[in-house]
């Protein structure tokens, strides 16, 4: 089975900016969308951002339109999300997943990585 794995996580001052990185071993993601979700400390997880396969259509969460920017490469079987201007209320675990056709805030992934840490310092 597909396995995705995130790295880029940490600790950063309000204002700073990380990158977080997907990448999916296994097998290439042909045709999948692939997405970012995230669950702070008593919230539900919710759907960050979201990519199609081609890069033809990007989606995010109003809240961080403007400040995220999500993007892949397929040839690395890898999906990004870069964080600008990040706020204290958005620590939380945040996931990275995978699924056949689009993703988006209704979707149920295929596949979910095992979630990066993002704590921001007030």
């Known amino acids: 089975q597909v396995q995705l794995a995130e790295s880029g996580g940490g600790l950063v001052q309000a204002g700073g900016s990380l990158r977080l990185s997907c990448a999916a071993s296994?097998?290439?993601?042909?045709?999948?969308?692939m997405g970012w979700f995230r669950q702070g400390p008593g919230k539900e997880r919710e759907f960050v951002a979201g990519?199609?396969?081609?890069?033809?259509?990007?989606s995010y969460v109003d809240l961080v339109k403007g400040r995220f920017t999500i993007s892949r490469d397929n040839a690395k079987n890898t999906v990004y999300l870069h964080m600008n201007s990040l706020k204290p209320e958005e620590t939380a675990v945040y996931y990275c997943a995978a699924k056949f056709g689009p993703i988006g805030p209704t979707s149920t992934p295929d596949y979910w990585g095992q979630g990066t840490q993002v704590t921001v310092s007030s």
């Open positions: 990519i199609n396969w081609s890069a033809s259509r990007t």
């Open positions: 296994g097998r290439t993601l042909w045709n999948y969308g």
